[in-house]
C-alpha cells in the first residue's frame, strides 16, 4: 500500500476508501498507525460528502419554504402608534415541517438556563448525517406582567422562532415581524460586552453608536438588532 492511498484524499472516493481500510484491516504488513490513518480519512471523506448533500438539498427546500402569514400582534406601547405583526411559532412549524420532511431534513431544539438569560439552540439535522446549529441568548420576557413560567415559555417561543429563521432564512408575510417585542427582548450581558469589545476595537463612540441604534445605552439593544450592530462594529473595525 503506497503512502499516497492515505495523503491524496481528494483523490479517493468514499467507496473506494472503505474498501481499502477493509483490505488493511486483514493485511498483516499494514501497521496499526497507519490504519488509523485510513479510518480517519473515512471520517474526513465521509463528513464532507455529507455536508455537501446538506448544502445541496438546502438549496432545493429553500425554494419550497412557504412564506408565512403574520398573525401575532403586537399593541403600540401606551396604545399610541402602529401596531406590529408577527408569524407565531407555531404557524411557522406547521408550515416548515412537512418541507423539510420531503428533503431529508428534521428541526429541533435544546434550550439551557445560565443566570438571567435563556439559551436556545437550534439545530438543522439532514438524513446525510451533517447538522448545523445556532443559539440565540434571551433574556426572560418578563413584559406585560408576566409570571416567571410565562416569561421563560415567551422567550423561549421568541428563540425559536428566530433560530428557525436563522436556519432556514425564513420570510413572513407583512413588515418585519414583531419590532415592537424585540424591543422587549434585550441582549444579555454577554452579547453586551461583545458589543463593548467591537466598539472599543473599531475606536466608535459608544453614546453616538447608542443614537444610531436608537437606544439609550447598549444594555437596551435589543435581541434582533444585535447581530446587524455587531457586524457593522466589525466592518467599521477591519476599515480602521
Not at 476508501?17 to 479510518?39: E, F, G, P, Y
Request: hydrophobic letters at 40%.
Amino acid at each position: 500500500m503506497q503512502e499516497h492511498d492515505v495523503e491524496e484524499e481528494h483523490l479517493i472516493g468514499p467507496g473506494i476508501l472503505l474498501q481499502t481500510i477493509h483490505a488493511a484491516i486483514t493485511d498483516r504488513a499494514v501497521s496499526a498507525a497507519k490504519l488509523d490513518k485510513l479510518v480517519q480519512l473515512e471520517e474526513r471523506l465521509s463528513a464532507r460528502e455529507a455536508k455537501a448533500e446538506f448544502a445541496k438539498a438546502l438549496a432545493v427546500m429553500q425554494t419550497e419554504l412557504p412564506v408565512i402569514e403574520e398573525r401575532g400582534v403586537i399593541e403600540a406601547r401606551n396604545g399610541r402608534g402602529k401596531r406590529a405583526s408577527y408569524a407565531l411559532w407555531e404557524d411557522i412549524n406547521d408550515a416548515i415541517k412537512p418541507v423539510l420532511a420531503r428533503h431529508g431534513f428534521a428541526l429541533s431544539f435544546r434550550t439551557d438556563r445560565e443566570k438571567d438569560e435563556i439559551i436556545v439552540i437550534g439545530i438543522l439535522r439532514h438524513e446525510s448525517g451533517h447538522s448545523e446549529e445556532t443559539v440565540m441568548r434571551l433574556p426572560a420576557d418578563g413584559s406585560a406582567g408576566k409570571n416567571g413560567v410565562q416569561a421563560v415559555g415567551s422567550s423561549t417561543s421568541y428563540g425559536k422562532r428566530y433560530a428557525a429563521a436563522a436556519l432556514l432564512n425564513l420570510t413572513s408575510r407583512g413588515e418585519d415581524d414583531d419590532g415592537d417585542a424585540a424591543c422587549r427582548v434585550l441582549i444579555g450581558d454577554e452579547q453586551r460586552a461583545q458589543l463593548e469589545r467591537a466598539l472599543k476595537k473599531s475606536g466608535g463612540n459608544v453614546r453616538r453608536f447608542c443614537r444610531f441604534l436608537n437606544v439609550e445605552r447598549l444594555a437596551d439593544v435589543s435581541a434582533a438588532d444585535f447581530e446587524r450592530a455587531l457586524r457593522i462594529l466589525q466592518t467599521k473595525g477591519r476599515a480602521a
